[in-house]
């Protein structure tokens, strides 16, 4: 087997912890990836080797993999490791999202996407969600309960679904989820969540759909998801039940 141009010679600090232990790898290896000095084809060292060479747990190595597949500057295949994508094309997620930009993507449709998607994620979630998943949405979910900037809020609200996509450990379920927050985008979300009586509600559903998943339920995670999004379209003042079949 071919061998990897990178090496990694010293170790992370010891007091970086969680995201941005994740972050600090990522970083590590996405920057001689974006300088060039790796090229498509590539090889990158296997997991077992990065953790050892960096000093840290192989789940934290799989977790910044993810997040550079996400980016498209990798690609992971069995048999052949983890080599460099071809960077000079765009990821999927930047083509597709070119390409409806000239459509029409109304609220509702945005909507009706999330329901249709989310439902199923979160049963995923909820059937495969590490103990480091349910950590990651617990800390969103008390930053959201202390955050008092609604545009801040929203962004944290886009943070929380797209963990609990992360949780399904589906990379391509993370894509579609990607898509659908950036199309409900902060602009939408922020006057929604502006008024206390709308946070309250809001918390409530975020929280429900984390308790579901903590709880192994994923059916209860899947209806959670469904209240959530349909709680969003009444305050928004849609009229859904034309679009969604069997809402009230």
Known sequence: MKQSKLELKDPLPADLRGSSLVASVVQLLEQPIRDGLLSEGDRLPTERQMASDLKVSRMTVREALLELELKGLIERRQGRG????????????????????????????????????????????????????????????????????AERYAELDARFHYLVARATHNPLLVKIVEWSTEWTNAATRTPMLEGSQRRIASLAGHREILDRIRSRDPEGAALAVRNHIRSILQEMGELFSERLPGAR
């Not at 990821?91 to 509702?108: K, M, P, Y």
Request: aromatic share 2%; glycine share 2%; net charge negative.
């Open 82 to 149: 983890t080599t460099v994508a071809d960077t000079r094309r765009p990821a999927l997620t930047q083509q597709l999202v070119r390409r409806l930009n000239s459509e029409r993507r109304g609220f509702i449709e945005v909507m009706d996407l999330r329901e249709a998607t989310e439902m199923p994620v979160a049963e995923r979630a909820a059937q495969y969600a590490t103990p480091a998943d349910l950590l990651r949405l617990e800390e969103v979910v008390e930053r959201m309960e202390r955050e008092v900037s």
